[in-house]
């Protein structure tokens, strides 16, 4: 069995942002803007053609880290091993230094909601959950993270706090965070609890990367730049980490290459500035 992953400072690439096929152009001919890019492994497994070749083009410039979307380790189905085994080819092909899911569930045997469905957190959803991410880990033999998500329900079941769940969670699998920062505080919006509470409880050793994404209010759509309140939770999150590597992303499919550029720069800036 293997145990916890442990990456020295000088393994973890300091930045990230997503590849989006909209910025395909300036990603492979431009100035490197960013230290590392991450892919959504379901987009990579099992392709060829375009996919294929793009994947080969980013590789020949840049770390690219595997993010996965369908695992559902929540989901009271079986582990998929013939996807673990697709995932395990990729991330040989890549070099990955870790490979991240999300926290939740979304399937039944027999249906796939597609959707990052919250858990009830109890200590029985703890133990499942727990166990299957650490036989994920073992079967792919390179660090793997759970991602929390940004939920907008809670179960009446809940035994505790979202925190003390996720920190449970991986203290048990003995794996790591991809803490998501944005999530926090937009799960603190829709629940009424204190994200600095949140990321003060968590512990920081087995966080292995730091996600940020804007999002929108209410009626708004298509933001292309983290909230205030965000960046000052990241600003408390990314000392305690020992230099998590950092993850810019967006939903939002109109955002210029030129506004990821700023968003890049300015946490650049502030990564600085938290570590003099």
């Not at 996919?51 to 020949?60: G, Q, R, S, Y």
């Not at 996965?68 to 380790?73: E, F, I, K, N, P």
């Not at 991809?178 to 937009?186: E, M, N, P, Q, T």
Request: charged share 25%; glycine share 4%; with cysteine.
């Amino acid at each position: 069995m293997c145990s916890f992953f442990m990456l020295n400072s000088s393994d973890i690439p300091e930045l990230g942002i997503g590849l989006r096929p909209d910025h395909h152009n300036e990603i492979f001919h431009d100035d490197q803007i960013a230290d590392w890019y991450e892919i959504i492994s379901e987009n990579f497994m099992d392709s060829g053609g375009a996919p294929k070749a793009n994947l080969e083009k980013l590789l020949d410039r840049f770390p690219v880290v595997m993010h996965s979307t369908t695992l559902a380790l929540g989901s009271s189905d079986v582990i998929d091993f013939d996807y673990l085994k697709k995932l395990k080819r990729l991330a040989r092909l890549t070099k990955t230094p870790w490979i991240s899911d999300y926290l939740s569930w979304g399937r039944v045997p027999g249906a796939h909601y597609h959707d990052l469905l919250p858990l009830p957190f109890t200590q029985e959803v703890i133990d499942y959950v727990a166990e299957r991410a650490r036989i994920v880990q073992d079967y792919l033999e390179v660090p793997f993270a759970l991602e929390n998500i940004s939920s907008y329900l809670e179960f009446n079941a809940n035994e505790m706090s979202e925190w003390e769940f996720y920190s449970a969670v991986v203290e048990k699998a003995d794996i790591n965070m991809a803490l998501g920062v944005s999530s926090v505080y937009i799960s603190s919006r829709n629940h009424g609890f204190d994200p600095h509470e949140y990321i003060e409880s968590i512990p920081f050793e087995r966080v292995i990367q730091i996600c940020l994404a804007p999002h929108a209010e209410k009626e708004e759509y298509g933001a292309t730049s983290c909230d205030n309140t965000v960046w000052d939770l990241f600003a408390k999150v990314y000392p305690k980490t020992k230099r998590a590597s950092t993850l810019l992303e967006w939903d939002n499919r109109n955002i210029s290459f030129d506004q990821i550029c700023l968003e890049v720069q300015k946490a650049k800036s502030l990564q600085k500035e938290l570590v003099l």
